[in-house]
């Protein structure tokens, strides 16, 4: 049992430590934690750290009951998404690994650029260089989730490599940069998509980021800041760091100028092809990249469209038997703004719940049968309250 006035000690504690600066109190509570955990992190050892088990004691302040469902879902995600068989050695693997998920992906600009002087990651997102208008016409919702969660993971796997050798807690240092910014990129039905994402990201990565740097902004700042504001932890809030001129100055004392590309005030330069710049270009993605039923390759008979109605506080299931190694594919259209979907299998999650919007491309996928059994999917809409959401699917067993 965790005493209140330990806790409240701790919470005031830095959350970059070394390893023999974990406190027992620390200790304690990563035992417990490891303990109530241990049949998941069996199936994702990769996790099984005491700075990953800390990261969540810190992000939820040490409130055990509130993370093991938490994590045990984030696992159970993780392993859906085969995390636990991808393994990379540097940020530009995982750039161009990312840069391959999608049709899209390369438009959504940014990506890793490597390791800071202290051996953090540095993640760069050049928001202005998309266009989100144009965007949200290629792909669908859960392309976005899938792209923003494996990049996070492969990330904090890159993280755990130099936590191993440093024998020290890192993070995440995030430099948005926000030039070229203008209200054309406040396209309300992406920002919901995007608020959607954030929220998830903080779900499966509790203490995250270890600073967000916000650069080149633009004077419409304060209303960006009131969209975005509401989606931020707490936590998350206090880890913001808005730069004015100096932040060159800033990023080169914080960061290191030799980590640093030159259009980031950096003299990190294009190396052996291993090596090269390879961060996502962002532009605008042409009309061939828009979304068409060609795409879905007759996978499915659209005529076979099952409706159903979700009342607001209220989610509904459609169960399907499949053998192992069979692939279980959906298709949905849903209207009323949006619909929370999931795949599940004997409660445990075989797709991640997303917040899913079908008003510009549908939402289609499938997942491969890990076992024999009822699959459940689960379209949710408890967090409503006054409204039913209407959903037209058809599932396929192949």
């Not at 997102?125 to 016409?137: D, E, F, H, M, T």
């Not at 919901?192 to 203490?207: A, C, G, I, R």
């Not at 009309?287 to 060609?294: A, G, S």
Request: some cysteine; hydrophobic content about 40%; charged content about 25%.
């Amino acid at each position: 049992m965790i005493d209140d006035d330990e806790l409240n000690k701790h919470l005031s504690y830095s959350h970059y430590i070394r390893e023999d600066e974990i406190s027992d109190f620390q200790k304690r509570a990563i035992a417990e934690l490891r303990l109530k955990v241990k049949d998941d992190l069996v199936f994702y050892p990769d996790y099984n750290t005491d700075f990953s088990l800390l990261r969540w004691l810190m992000g939820f302040q040490f409130d055990i009951d509130v993370i093991i469902p938490k994590l045990k879902a984030t696992l159970q995600i993780f392993r859906a998404f085969n995390l636990h068989n991808m393994d990379f050695e540097t940020a530009e693997e995982v750039n161009n690994y990312i840069k391959k998920l999608t049709v899209a992906a390369p438009y959504y600009p940014g990506g890793l650029i490597g390791y800071d002087k202290e051996g953090n990651i540095i993640n760069l997102q050049p928001i202005a260089k998309s266009v989100p208008k144009l965007l949200i016409k290629t792909e669908r919702v859960s392309s976005l989730f899938l792209l923003s969660i494996l990049e996070s993971e492969l990330t904090f796997k890159l993280i755990r490599k130099q936590e191993k050798i440093q024998k020290r807690k890192l993070g995440v240092k995030i430099v948005v940069d926000l030039s070229g910014f203008s209200s054309d990129l406040l396209f309300m039905p992406c920002i919901k998509v995007y608020m959607n994402v954030l929220s998830t990201l903080q779900e499966l990565f509790p203490d995250f980021a270890r600073v967000l740097y916000i650069i080149n902004c633009p004077k419409i700042m304060n209303t960006v800041w009131v969209i975005v504001k509401p989606a931020l932890s707490k936590q998350t809030r206090e880890k913001v760091k808005f730069l004015t001129s100096d932040w060159r100055e800033v990023l080169k004392a914080d960061l290191g100028e030799k980590y640093l590309y030159p259009d980031w005030v950096g003299s990190k330069i294009n190396l052996p092809e291993k090596l090269a710049i390879n961060l996502r270009p962002g532009g605008i993605p042409p009309k061939e990249l828009y979304f068409t039923e060609d795409r879905l390759n007759n996978t499915f008979n659209l005529n076979d469209l099952i409706k159903i109605s979700i009342p607001a506080r209220s989610k509904k299931s459609v169960f399907i038997e499949a053998k192992k190694e069979q692939q279980i594919h959906w298709y949905f259209l849903c209207s009323g703004n949006d619909i929370d979907f999931s795949v599940e299998l004997n409660s445990k999650i075989c797709h991640p719940r997303y917040r899913i919007t079908t008003e510009f491309v549908p939402e289609y996928n499938f997942i491969i049968a890990h076992d024999d059994g009822n699959f459940e999917l689960i379209f949710d809409n408890t967090y409503g309250k006054i409204f039913a959401k209407s959903v037209q699917y058809v599932i396929k067993i192949v």
